[in-house]
């Protein structure tokens, strides 16, 4: 089967427009959201102890199965982990076809990858006060000292589910289903007034 | 709003768990013959004490994953969480599970294969 | 200013307060302008130009004036703002002023001078306890047409904005901490500095505009040898300089609910002139501690006797922070009533500020004191074991009576004599705020030494320090606090260390109040003045003495009956005086009578704080498909299904929905339709144990279908009821695609995945949801293949290369796709999936390619006339958990094979089987015109007498223009024996009932023909 990245195709948002509100005085920082599309990812179900299964991810991703609550995120390929048996890897354009093929053929015992890669968008969030804007619509421990870069939870932004991933101190990824991510992008933005906000499309 | 401990993710807000309410039900497996009535007991019956309560919980907006806890309804306090599949360790979970009506019902005996030696279900 | 300023108020002192004399403000007050400054509150402005009237009671229409300087105001209820912007309830002692505030008096018509109301204080003796439940019983329509709207005028307390638009913005922000300390009075102050110095994250917050509690309304105590005041200032600034603290003025902590979650309501730009637009008026923040420090100190309790309740007539305290806090003087000629030492204070500060104490009435017998003693020195007259029996004056207190008493009975034991007095300083003792620790689920316990409630144990990780914790004394209450800061950085974690309690030097005194809970009067029984026990409900001393009267004697009821503490400050002041009387009353102790809940909130909270930004557009998802923005261009009209936004129908040319939604029919059975399906559930099953899994969860056999064929299935729940359909197509050898209703999709992954965790988890299977990774787009109809086949499809797409109930990978237009031949027409009919991204694309191709063949876009409301027409059910419409597969006359899905499967052995129960069953039928009318409505009911004879016996209902009902009939299903009971049958449905609103027959649920191409097109 011919993979999905063949032509570029809409994304998860492309459907919404640029939305800006100014930086207002004495605002904490300004707060960028962008659109990073076309990521191929990979929905892995696999038991954690699987060892030649996580030698084979380690070859393909550069990152060994990372523990609860944690993405390994160094490098063109980030791992996620989702639950106990349950991993995202997020990958390149056109890459998923090849590391699902790599791994399907490999004769793991009881592991499955599904493509995923249109049934997610995917959102970066940038700012100083990128903590206290996401914690306006989600009820996790955003502190810097507590999700520190590297964690990676899925929870509840507003009335949507995602995957929140923190990148460093002020920079997030916000994964959510694509036919949330209209929803989430007016809800980040509109959380963002306080501080000013840009959100470029891709 | 209850603070509950997913085995997995860690601490989080009762808005991201569904509740499956009674833990340990087993299903009678349909090879056993048993009447409407007692099926019922597996079908119908829940208990709803005052007090430990033997429980199933899904951290639905989470890992997916489902769990069993005890908690006291009386308090909230979550006394003890535990594997699903598994049986609870701390005594007054223990207690709940070991006095609970069920345990002598005709359709948690049925729900052990007729022929074979072994069932598992993790509900039991 | 540009504008002229008004003169300043000429009860303000000259120098001395918290206020900024540099920045005069200007506000109005019922229409007149007045001055104040910044840093006032509304109500230390209003007494500064010696406004004391500002309110009238809720039941009474009495006049009310400024009781406290705090949150605990009962009276001051103002509304503030205007237009959108009008906030009604607002308390003029929180109220912080600046220029150009507005406000108004509340339950007052037409002035707040003559109020026609008031004439209900005439008829006082008509509104005792239990008024409204004794007047207003019956008869019903009564109540509704005529009591209700009086009542509704009546009282109430404040308006909502007259547009019902807020133009505020409110938000809500979530933080976890691992000590809360609520309230930032000295006690605050001291917790903080214990659990900030061992690294915890620390928030404390208060609900003034600034910190320091009780001790910024106190001159005359020091601490470590400087002025309180200065030491405050100096722990504040260490505090602020800390990273791991967070503090929050303008705070107040108004729910605390179970695992230490607790409710903040802060007002962020209440306080200013102009509100920014970037900024929420207020911010409710949901916080989660380890660890919770009640530091909020006491509340000072009203005496109570006659005309208690008359502008004037003010808490000792209170008294203190207006000279203290705002340099207002409250009055000029005052009489201090007091049960303990504290009021002294206020004695001794009214008169360095030459105010006249014209007397202090104590109700002991023998008070001595430092403080005492002082007041005496100062020629101050102290009436000791006396009491005031009465307040005169008609809009402000104006003279007192007084006698001696017996101090243990209350009897009126000397001859009354009266003083004038515009000021009276009451202090009936002190209650510590246990609010929030009770509505957490904390004991109290009765400390008869001090006479209060205070708290004993905790349910939550609390600690209650200070004041709070019944320790009055400023010292010990230090000490408690440091130690009790320490004890909750150590409970959630940290090593802590108490920090040293400073020296302290305050006057020694008995906080301990007179214990007199019964009202001094020398009145002819049953005509004593009003003395209110709760202000704001307008309940005295009377009404709760003729509750017991009345039988009334759980405090939970005596409560309810006389409304005491049921009003929006939830009897901060009122409840330990209320208990009081009913000790008295019942002649029992007060620990046995007991004491009622506290209760959310704390206290009032604004409606657009808790609902925060989930307003308008962010009050709920909308989930859209790829395709959404050409349907938009097309001129869907939308419906709901779940959270989707699903085409509707496609009106053309000012079509009817009726019209446009025939023709859509029409042209999928003539020529072809497409369908935007990509909101149907989509499941990957993968393992070894997937084919076995489908077994169990479908009442047919899934493991037995070859790789590459689709098969239609149905879920029972365990008790035998449908819970869901769809097809499930075999990809691979381990490899299952499941469809599922479009509402139903994520119940049933979850119901999947319970199943798989907790019932079978030796099954090897792993599901995950592909719903948004596929946009589905149907192509229905006679001429569907021809247009894949213009399209280019790499498949052959005949009869024999392609079956109906298959499934093929192939490239449409370059695009690579997953066609599945399945059908919910009954025509020829692909449904083809694509990676969601070329899903739009693909759509387009399809609608270009299909123009020769008369491709239209049909919406979800053709798609029911078409399936409907064929019989086809829709779970949740023909079903509602109370059907099971053999009503609907789908017993041949039902494996007789399988050992097992969900619902296997809940079918077996004979009733199951039972003829008389709501069993699915089709029905057709008489007048193929006649559309009867979804729900209706059927009956055997129209003209049988109420109630009549009914058959069952309607589950759809359309009109098909195909047929040129009205095509329905329904259940009715015994159905499928009735065939043939006529039935009828009776109308409301005097409509003739519809007669129709009973026929089989397949009006359309009964044998199937046209599915191979
Ligand atoms: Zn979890």
Request: aromatic share 8%.
């Amino acid at each position: 089967m011919v993979s999905s990245a063949v032509l570029p195709g809409r994304s998860a948002l492309s459907q919404v427009a640029a939305i800006q509100h100014p930086v207002p005085k004495g605002s904490a920082g300004k707060i960028t959201i962008k659109e990073a599309p076309f990521h191929d990812l990979i929905n892995l179900r696999c038991q954690p102890d699987n060892k030649m299964a996580n030698a084979l991810i380690k070859k393909l991703t550069s990152h060994s199965l990372p523990s609860a609550n944690q993405a390994a995120q160094a490098g063109d390929r980030a791992v996620i982990w989702l639950g106990p048996d349950e991993w995202l890897i997020m990958a390149e354009a056109g890459a998923a076809n090849t590391i699902m093929a790599n791994i399907e053929t490999a004769n793991l015992g009881h592991v499955a990858t599904t493509e995923v890669s249109n049934a997610y968008g995917i959102l970066t969030v940038n700012g100083k006060p990128s903590r206290q804007m996401l914690a306006k619509h989600c009820a996790i421990d955003l502190d810097a000292g507590v999700f520190t870069s590297g964690t990676a939870v899925q929870t509840i932004m507003g009335h949507a589910g995602i995957i929140l991933i923190a990148t460093d101190e002020n920079s997030f990824t916000v994964i959510g289903r694509s036919s949330f991510m209209p929803y989430l992008v007016a809800l980040l933005t509109d959380a963002s007034i306080e501080y000013g906000v840009e959100y470029r499309p891709a | 709003m209850l603070l509950i401990d997913c085995p997995h993710c860690g601490a989080r807000d009762e808005t991201e768990f569904a509740c499956g309410g009674e833990a340990h039900i087993a299903r009678p497996l349909a090879e056993n013959t048993i009447s409407d009535a007692e099926f019922a007991e597996y079908l119908f019956w829940r208990d709803n004490p005052k007090g430990v309560f033997l429980e199933r919980w899904c951290h639905t907006a989470g890992c997916r994953r489902w769990f069993n806890a005890a908690r006291d309804t009386v308090t909230h306090e979550f006394i003890e969480i535990y594997a699903m599949g598994s049986l609870p360790k701390s005594k007054a979970a223990k207690d709940a599970y070991a006095s609970a009506w069920r345990r002598q019902t005709a359709s948690e005996k049925a729900a052990k294969p007729a022929q074979k030696t072994s069932g598992k279900g993790a509900k039991s | 200013m540009n504008i002229k300023s008004p003169k300043q108020g000429q009860m303000r002192l000259s120098d001395g307060g918290r206020i900024n004399r540099k920045n005069p403000v200007s506000f109005r007050f019922d229409g007149k302008t007045f001055a104040g400054f910044e840093g006032d509150t509304l109500a230390s402005a209003l007494l500064a130009n010696g406004v004391h009237l500002v309110g009238r009671s809720f039941k009474y229409h009495r006049p009310r004036g400024i009781l406290t300087a705090g949150y605990d105001e009962p009276n001051a209820l103002v509304e503030i703002g205007q237009g959108n912007q009008q906030a009604p309830n607002i308390r003029a002692t929180e109220a912080m002023l600046y220029d150009g505030l507005t406000a108004k008096s509340q339950n007052r018509w037409p002035t707040l001078g003559f109020d026609i109301g008031a004439v209900n204080s005439l008829l006082g003796r008509f509104f005792p306890a239990g008024f409204y439940y004794k007047t207003f019983m019956f008869p019903a329509v009564f109540w509704k047409n005529i009591y209700e709207p009086i009542i509704r005028k009546a009282a109430g307390l404040g308006r909502a904005a007259k547009d019902h638009h807020d133009a505020d913005r409110y938000e809500k922000t979530h933080r976890h901490t691992d000590v809360l300390i609520v309230g930032g009075g000295v006690s605050g102050l001291m917790a903080a500095l214990s659990a900030a110095g061992s690294g915890a994250r620390v928030m404390l917050v208060d609900d003034a505009n600034e910190l320091g509690g009780w001790m910024l309304s106190e001159n005359n105590t020091t601490i470590d040898g400087k002025p309180a005041l200065n030491w405050i200032k100096q722990t504040v600034k260490a505090l602020e300089a800390m990273s791991n603290v967070t503090i929050l003025t303008r705070t107040q902590c108004f729910g605390y609910m179970d695992h230490n979650f607790l409710t903040l309501a802060e007002k962020v730009t209440d306080h200013l002139p102009q509100r920014p637009d970037h900024l929420p008026r207020q911010r409710m923040w949901k916080i989660r501690a380890k660890h919770v420090v009640l530091a909020q100190g006491n509340h000072e309790r009203p005496l109570i006797f006659g005309g208690n309740d008359k502008p004037g007539v003010m808490m000792a305290g209170a008294v203190r922070s207006y000279i203290n806090c705002y340099a207002v003087l409250p009055g000029r000629r005052a009489v201090i009533y007091t049960n303990n030492d504290d009021a002294y204070k206020t004695a001794l500060l009214l008169d360095d500020v030459g105010v006249k104490v014209a007397a202090i009435v104590d109700q002991r017998p023998t008070p001595s004191s430092v403080l005492v003693s002082q007041a005496m020195a100062r020629g101050m007259v102290v009436h000791t074991g006396h009491a005031v029996l009465d307040a005169n004056g008609t809009r402000h207190v104006g003279t007192l009576k007084i006698a001696a008493i017996n101090p243990k009975t209350g009897d009126v034991t000397g001859q009354p004599f009266y003083i004038d007095a515009d000021l009276v300083a009451m202090s009936g003792g002190f209650t510590p705020v246990v609010n929030l620790h009770s509505q957490a689920r904390g004991k109290i316990t009765w400390d008869d030494e001090q006479v209060c409630f205070r708290p004993s144990d905790y349910h939550e990780a609390a600690i209650c320090v200070g004041a709070c914790n019944g320790v009055f004394d400023l010292k010990g209450a230090m000490t408690d606090a440091a130690v009790g800061g320490a004890m909750a950085a150590m409970a959630a974690g940290f090593t802590a260390e108490a920090v040293m309690t400073p020296a302290v030097d305050e006057p020694s005194m008995v906080m301990r109040p007179h214990v007199l809970w019964k009202m001094p009067s020398d009145a002819v029984k049953g005509q004593e003045p009003k003395a209110f026990v709760d202000f704001q409900n307008d309940v005295t001393a009377s009404d709760i003495k003729l509750a017991v009267r009345e039988g009334y004697h759980s405090v939970e009821h005596v409560k309810r009956y006389t409304t005491n503490g049921m009003a929006t400050d939830q009897g901060k002041l009122s409840n330990i005086n209320a208990l009081g009387i009913l000790s008295d009353q019942l002649g029992k102790p007060i620990p046995e009578v007991g004491t009622t809940t506290f209760r959310y909130p704390y206290t009032p909270t604004t409606f657009g704080a808790i609902a925060g930004r989930d307003i308008k557009e962010l009050f709920d998802t909308e989930r859209l498909t790829r395709m959404d923005a050409w349907h938009r261009q097309h001129g869907a009209e939308f419906e709901h299904v779940g959270q989707w936004m699903r085409a509707w129908y496609y009106p053309i040319d000012g079509e009817t929905m009726e019209e446009a939604v025939n023709r859509e029919v029409k042209k999928t059975r003539t020529h072809a339709g497409i369908l935007d399906a990509s909101t149907l559930g989509k499941i990957d099953f993968r393992g070894k144990d997937a084919g076995e899994f489908l077994d169990r969860l479908y009442t047919n056999m899934f493991s037995t279908l070859k790789i590459g064929r689709c098969r239609y299935g149905l879920m029972l729940k365990d008790d035998g009821m449908v819970m869901d359909d769809g097809v499930t197509t075999r990809l691979g050898e381990n490899h299952y695609h499941m469809t599922t209703t479009t509402g139903g999709a994520a119940n049933v992954l979850s119901w999947m995945e319970e199943w798989l965790q907790t019932e079978w988890p030796e099954l090897d299977v792993y599901l995950t949801s592909v719903t948004e990774e596929w946009s589905v787009t149907t192509v229905s109809g006679p001429n569907a293949r021809k247009i894949l086949e213009a399209l280019g499809c790499s498949v052959s797409l005949t009869d024999d290369a392609f079956p109906f109930m298959s499934y093929q990978d192939a490239n449409l237009a370059g695009l690579p796709v997953r066609i599945f031949r399945i059908s919910f027409t009954g025509e020829l009919s692909f449904e083809i999936n694509i990676k969601a991204r070329h899903g739009l694309a693909l759509w387009q191709h399809l609608m270009k390619a299909g123009e020769p063949f008369g491709l239209t876009p049909y919406g979800t409301e053709a798609m029911h006339v078409l399936r409907a027409e064929k019989g086809f059910i829709i779970v949740g419409q023909e079903t509602d958990g109370s059907v099971n597969p053999h009503d609907l006359g789908m017993s041949w899905i039902v494996s007789k094979k399988k050992s097992d499967f969900i619902g296997k052995r809940a079918l077996e129960r004979k009733s199951m089987a039972l003829n008389n069953r709501k069993q699915l039928v089709g029905i057709k009318t008489e007048d193929p015109k006649a559309i009867i409505p979804e729900g209706a009911h059927a009956v055997l004879d129209p003209h049988q007498s109420y109630p009549m016996e009914m058959l069952g209902q309607v589950t759809s009902s359309y009109y098909s223009p195909v047929l040129g009939h009205s095509v329905a299903m329904a259940l009715l009971k015994g159905g499928h024996a009735m065939k043939g049958q006529t039935v009828w449905f009776p109308m409301i609103n005097g409509k003739k009932p519809i007669k129709a027959v009973i026929t089989d649920t397949v009006f359309y191409d009964p044998k199937g023909d046209r599915i191979n097109g």
